[in-house]
């Protein structure tokens, strides 16, 4: 073969390749309101099966909240009755089941005028929701996020931002009793401007909490990145040594597929650079992992599957040091091995961005919103065309058992062989039911409502406390990296007496 040959041949070739990665992505028209300072999350709130979508934020004229139904890929707005809020913040509403009757319920945070809010709204069904006063503390700059801290099967509130009754942040758990939120004396560190996640580090089967922003120790103010262990319902600050960054995102996430969870770590340092980390946990303690991330601020950073490989990929969104809006997504190689991908998403940001699988083909989707360079607003919608989703298939736990030792039970069952999933309990106090531990999940198709791992993690075992004397009916089902499931186990039963 001639040299000129050969050298055509092979740029051909590496067109090709590009080509096909460039195709993995396509823009799907939307009749969805454009918002920067927003907040965009999925959720399957008409329990139909599909992921229907959370959109908050400014629409260049006003505060708008709207959720949008799912029909057949087509979004139709619903008019809820919504407080109209927008954030400077990621993460600032979440869906979860805080009352366990199987319905999305809806948390929000942010600014309406200059009314600081969290509001909770309770899913009545029928596209009805209706304001519940839980008496939770008004933030902006903010942060939220459901976990289940205390192990009793139902859904607590962490919470940072920026205070409506001081004049710095704030980081609060609120203890959900029955539907009723308690704030414990936690002791974490006040925070705005930053980001929260729950996640199990240490592996002791409850949920610890990572948090980063801005603080309130000084005049001066700085930048903050802490890990608080949690000891039966005692939080710990473990001196980590992570990077201190405000205007942040974090996010846990087992990269190397060791049955721990790493951390993905984004923002703006005290010496005004811009950046984006990742750790590796060994054993509990945190090592930075060098990497070609690009740096950023006012961001997302968050996981997922989306080439359906069994292991974690990268979404980054938010602005770089020079002013950049930037949107990439990281393939993951292997362990902490990651390549951007050539494909271009609009450049925008002062927004949000999220995964989820829209159509349910098994391969994730993205909703990102936000501004570009000349201020104009946007949100898109990008349809993975991937396809590998709709062949991967999820294999359903096997061998249950339960170990019930006086009010608390440890739920057990065996790992499955494929890597990079985790797992996703529900309790009943009637067969197919889950009003003791819900799984937000369709109990009979086994179908996700949210575009988020089990809540048990990577764990194969899981201990529920202060159970009520009764019969419990349960089963487990197993969700892989592009939050695609199985049907959950035959339902096991167990008494506590």
């Known amino acids: 073969m001639k040299k000129n040959t050969f050298i055509h041949l092979t740029i051909w070739l590496n067109l090709l390749i590009i080509n096909s990665l460039q195709a993995q992505f396509r823009e799907v028209p939307i009749e969805v309101v454009a918002v920067n300072n927003s ?26 909240t709207r959720i949008y139904e799912n029909q057949a890929g087509v979004f139709k707005d619903i008019e809820a009755d919504l407080a109209g809020a927008n954030s400077i913040a990621c993460n600032n509403l979440a869906w979860g089941d805080y009352n366990n009757d199987g319905l999305l319920d809806i948390l929000l945070t942010g600014q309406n005028g200059m009314e600081r809010m969290m509001k909770m ?23 939220v996020a459901w976990g289940d801290y205390d192990n009793d099967g139902d859904l607590d509130i962490l919470s940072t931002g920026k205070s409506d009754k001081t004049d710095g942040g704030i980081a609060h758990i609120y203890r959900n009793d029955k539907g009723t939120f308690v704030e414990i004396k936690a002791n974490l560190e006040g ?13 002791d089967g409850d949920w610890d909490i990572l948090l980063t922003g801005r603080d309130n120790s000084s005049k001066l103010r700085h930048s903050v990145a802490k890990i608080y262990r949690n000891d ?17 995102a ?51 950073a968050t996981s997922g599957d989306f080439d359906n490989d069994f292991d974690m990929d990268i979404l980054l969104s938010g602005v770089t040091l020079d002013g950049r809006r930037i949107i990439r997504v990281y393939e993951n190689k292997g362990g902490f091995s990651f390549v951007e991908l050539p494909f271009r998403f609009a450049e925008i940001s002062s927004g949000s961005a999220a995964w989820g699988d829209y159509n349910h083909d098994g391969d994730l ?32 736990p096997q061998n249950l058992k339960a170990d019930v030792n006086g009010n608390q039970v440890t739920l057990s069952w065996n790992k499955a062989r494929e890597s990079g999933v985790t797992y996703n309990v529900r309790i009943g106090t009637k067969s197919d039911d889950e009003d003791v531990f819900g799984s937000m999940s369709d109990l009979k198709s086994g179908i996700r409502k949210l575009a988020e791992d089990g809540n048990t993690a990577h764990h194969t075992s899981w201990v529920v406390k202060n159970l009520a004397p009764g019969t419990y009916y349960w089963s487990v089902q197993t969700v892989n990296g592009a939050y695609k499931t199985s049907i959950f186990a035959p339902e096991m039963v167990f008494v506590v007496k």
């Open 191 to 203: 925070v705005e401007d930053g980001s929260a996640a729950w996640g199990d580090y240490d592996n």
């Open 121 to 143: 709204y309770r899913n009545d069904g029928k596209a009805d929701f209706t304001e519940v006063d839980c008496g939770l503390e008004g933030v902006f700059a903010a942060s």
């Open 39 to 64: 907040s965009v999350s999925w959720g399957d709130f008409d329990n139909d099966g599909d992921l229907d979508m959370y959109v908050m934020g400014w629409d260049g004229k006003k505060r708008v």
């Open 232 to 248: 039966q319902g005692i939080f710990t600050d473990v001196n980590a040594n992570l990077e201190p960054v405000s205007r942040s």
């Open 365 to 396: 989707d993205l909703i990102i919103t936000g501004e570009d360079k000349d201020f104009r607003i946007y949100t898109k919608l990008y349809e993975n065309t991937l396809n590998k989703g709709a062949s991967t298939l999820v294999a359903t």
């Open 250 to 300: 974090v996010t846990w996430s087992d990269f190397d597929n060791d049955n721990d969870l790493d951390i993905l770590l984004a923002g703006y340092t005290d010496n005004a650079q811009c950046v984006s980390r990742l750790y590796r946990n060994d054993n509990g303690k945190f090592t930075l992992i060098p990497s070609s991330l690009i740096g950023i601020q006012r961001c997302v």
